[in-house]
């Protein structure tokens, strides 16, 4: 089979040099992407497994309770499976409803990312009849709610279903 560029040997030179300028640049690009976004992910506490070892300088508490159209939500997922037992976590929700963070500097830890890190289903909910209170006060940032130290946060959700009939065949 004849390929483009082959058949005549100073093109076939032309086209190899080309096409391993086009592979050199190409890995040279991956490996450069791929070592940016690994610093960006060291310095940022929510890629972060494990902070021991870490001089962690800053720290916040609060509380927060969940509730999907009225009921008391139960986390489904237990996010400590996947890490060793001597690792400590740069955020944490716990069952009793307690949320911390820490970490290197100060961060802007967000109700969203407890959320995001407990497996909570924000997709399922209807964000414009859900709400996200700070001490009995609404937030104007909904998920995108900082958390601050000694808080209490409550999250009342609605599912986008809820409310709606429901279809159940006739029974004979």
Known sequence: MFWPGMGDPTKRKKMLRFLAISAAI???V?????????????????????????????H?????????????????IDTSTDIPKDCKRSMVFLDDGTISGEWTKKYPFEVGQFLWMSGFP????DETKSKIYANEVESSEFIHTVVQDG?????????????????TPPKN
């Open 26 to 28: 190409g890995v040279a």
């Open 30 to 58: 991956v490996l450069i992407s791929t070592t940016v976004v690994s610093k960006v992910k060291e310095q940022d506490p929510l890629y972060h497994k494990c902070v021991n070892g870490l001089d962690i300088t800053y």
């Open 60 to 76: 916040v508490s609060a509380t927060l309770d969940i509730q999907v159209d009225g009921k008391k939500w139960v986390r489904p």
């Open 122 to 125: 924000i997709r399922d909910m």
């Open 151 to 167: 808080v209490h946060y409550k999250a009342e959700f609605v599912t986008k279903n809820a409310g709606a009939p429901t279809f």
